[in-house]
């Protein structure tokens, strides 16, 4: 089984998306699920997404990428947190799921 590779981008691509990445560590270890988590810089999103599963980004985006990506802000202030979680680890379930079957 190959993990999920995930790309957790924040505008300068250390201090949120760090923060964010242990909060997403903690998603995936929780679901059973493992992964693969790289952070960014949010500008790069479009030019690197096509190498992974799914992009989680820390600031509204609207480009279009090659992979799901879902904004993850909540996961930051807390306000809404619990449905992102959700939200991800159906997503992350779905993508390991397609990936290793």
């Given amino acids: 089984m190959r993990p999920v590779k995930i790309l957790i981008a924040c505008g300068g691509g250390v201090a949120t998306s760090s923060y964010a990445s242990v909060e997403v560590e903690k998603i995936c270890k929780d ?5 693969e988590v790289t952070k960014g810089k949010i500008m790069d999103v479009p030019s690197s997404s096509s190498n992974f599963d799914i992009c989680l980004v820390t600031s509204k985006y609207l480009q279009e990428v090659d992979c799901p990506l879902f904004p993850i802000s909540a996961l930051i202030t807390g306000i809404g947190a619990d449905e992102v979680k959700k ?15």
């Fill in 87 to 101: 939200n991800i680890t159906k997503t992350l379930k779905e993508i390991n799921k397609e990936i290793n079957n």
């Fill in 31 to 35: 679901a059973g699920i493992e992964a």
